[in-house]
């Protein structure tokens, strides 16, 4: 395949510069002619041979180009058609005939004149030329059909030449090309060359197309699925307006939702950025129910809703007095809170702690103190609680993400300034998903809680206007970070005087209502009430008063049914109690009030409350082993060998031989042995044992005693003062003796019992032997016998003296 030129041929043309267009060789174009210059060529041209040459101007918003400014090649074109327009402007109609270079350009006359070349070329045709042309005329079928601005049938009869020259310039006439590529498809003067070039830029024009079809497919669809959901959507209007339920869209009842919500600023800024997300999201997509929900959660949340508070400090006194009965010390702080909120517009929340045993009202106060505040009461129960997210939530990112605890009882509360009781708040634990007692501290810091950052909400929230209130049994489970942010407030176990007064006013009525049963047709004595409270129940609180309560009316009813309704009438006495509850649980230790050799009762505090602590010894022969059981703890095993040393010191003093402890071995032993016992209270108790065992001296029955020793005898304080008192007045003991240092905390005793009570306030123990023991030391026979004559009577005299 090869081309050479054959001849160059010189012509003098008028000239004529175009804009936006490039004429190709055979090529019909209209275009109207305005300019001045350009008029005149055309004039020229039309008083000739109808012959003129047409080059494209590099900038088309020139009106007046410059030589240097117009392309140097051209095509010379016969004018078919002119046609004078009204408004002077001539439109022609040209065809172009053959390419060609400028040689020189002059002014002549007012328009431009040029000499011009022109190049023809001679090609020999063979099976490259035919393929080439194939090649060719086979692209440019494909890019008609793909472009949507040709006529194909019109266009595939252009092309259908054999001449490679007339081929490429009736294609690169009809590319979509820009004028630069099209200006330098025809400054390419050889045919196979351009020829060439136009198969290359088809190629590249066809994946053009193919990569324009395939988006426009794509947003085709797209605009279906919009246009579908739109018509959808504006029937669903219409359906509504039908149906009377307005045309507002759900977006405009959110916007709407949100403005009135009472927001802070930025959680209203993220609300209204959230719902812009949603409105731009498919509806059926995962992401806009998760948006949806975070919306709906943010609304849900109270934001500027408050209850009307009441601050009457009569109305609060009268609904704490009518719901509980004792508690004094309670129901003072509570009416102090009131008197602080008529005084101050806007306190900050109280943060109390409620500690005590089960059943003695702690939850129950906290509906009471919601009452007579007038405020929502919600509880939040913590027990078992062992993940952060509990109280703060998940994030967002996590499939099935919720706000946490805090933030749904507040939802659930509906009012910025709810109660908030968080019960069980010593029973939380701790594993990998993080401490919850440690998300606890800003929620219970009021100088952090006012804006609480929940990490699903992801905003700050202002919990600083609630009143929260924790219980517990025990402060030990409870972080000291957390205690030192609470009130604490202890409630202690009920007497058995204020047990009667609470039965009387609320179990007995409660109970009977529930089982269907009136005044008339049962009553308790307050004797039958105090039998059920001696012998079936052992408690510090009321709830296994209230069962036993419940269990003789379930037995009352049985009764009644059977029986004529008029006849009917039971009263329970302490005569008829065990008729109903059967054989009595719990003995009455009144009876068990023997004075005995090496047995005393000591003391201990427990998480439900105070409770009798027997402690016995017993000797026996052997190499001066001390052998402890009953299950102790460390401290309490290190009490009793302080209590042992402390007796081998004194063992002159007590008319005891230098080595009796080398020939015996003392056991000590604590009944109850499967219960774990723990703490150094006891250690003046098993001192008196140790003491009377050796020296055979019974110690007092109706003697208990509690309080921590030292190796040289003295005599420590204790905690839980009032529940180890409450306890010995439970069981019949009325005389205790006690460390001089608790004596400071005899105000928190009720009046009752310290009227009945014989408190001996010892500091050291000597004080302790002196009240406990049947006989004073000093009628000790000195010297006793020697020590391997001591454990021999031990067992028959451990009798009743």
Known sequence: MQTSREKSETKRLPMMPIRDVVIFPYMMTPFVVGRESSVRALEEALAADKKIFLATQHDASVDEPRPNEIYSVGTIVTIVQSLKLPDGNIKVLVEGVERARVVSISEDEGFFRAIVKTSAYKFEGGQQLEALIGRVTSLFEQYVKLSQNLNYETMIAAVRVDDPGKLSDTIGANLQLTIEEKQDLLEIFDPIDRLTRVADVLDIEIEKLNMDRTIQGRVKRQMEKA??????????????????????????????????????????????????????????????????????????VPWKKKSKEIRDLAYAEKVLETDHYGLEKIKERILEFLAVRRLVKNPKGSILCFVGPPGVGKTSLGMSIAKATGRKFVRLSLGGVRDEAEVRGHRRTYIGALPGQIIQMMKKASTRNPVFMLDEVDKMSTDFRGDPSAALMEVLDPEQNYMFMDHYLD??????????????????????????????????????????????????????????????????????????????????????????????????????????????????????????????????????????IATAVGLAWTEVGGQLLRAETTLMEGKGKLMLTGKLGDVMQESAQAAMSYVRSRSHQLGLPRDFYRNLDVH??????????????????????LVSALTKIPV????AMTGEITLRGKVLPIGGLKEKLLAAHRHGIFEVILPKDNEKDLPDIPENIRQVMNLHFVEDMDEVLQYALEKPLEQLAVPLAPAVELAQPVAEENVTH
């Open 459 to 596: 905003v700050e929230y202002d919990l600083s206007k609630v009143f929260f209130i924790c219980t517990a049994n025990v402060l030990h489970t409870i972080p000291w970070a957390l205690q030192d942010r609470m009130e604490i407030l202890r409630l202690s176990g009920y007497t058995e005087q204020e047990k009667v007064e609470i039965a009387s006013r609320f179990l007995v009525k409660r109970q009977r209502q529930e089982t269907g049963l009136s005044e008339k047709q049962l009553s308790f004595a307050n004797d039958g009430v105090v039998r059920i409270i001696q012998e079936y129940t052992r408690e510090a609180g009321v709830r296994n008063l209230e069962r036993e309560i419940s269990n003789v009316c379930r037995k009352v009813a049985r009764k009644a049914v059977k029986t004529p309704k008029e006849q009917f009438s039971i009263q329970l006495t302490a005569e008829n109690v065990p008729e109903y509850l059967g054989v009595p649980k719990f003995r009455d230790l009144v009876a068990e009030k023997k004075n005995e």
């Open 700 to 703: 007092r029955g109706d003697v």
């Open 227 to 300: 246009q579908k959901e739109y018509y959808l959507n504006e029937k669903i209007k219409a359906i509504q307006k039908e149906l009377g339920r307005g045309e507002k869209s759900e977006f405009d009842e959110l916007k709407k939702k949100i403005e009135a919500a009472g927001m802070t600023k930025d959680a209203q800024e993220k609300a209204v950025a959230e719902l812009k997300r949603l409105e731009n999201m498919p509806p059926m997509s995962a992401e806009s129910t998760v948006s949806r929900n975070y919306l709906d959660w943010l609304l849900a």
């Open 668 to 689: 000590v032993h604590v009944p109850e042995g499967a219960i774990p016992k723990d703490g150094p209270s006891a250690g003046i108790t098993l001192a008196t044992t």
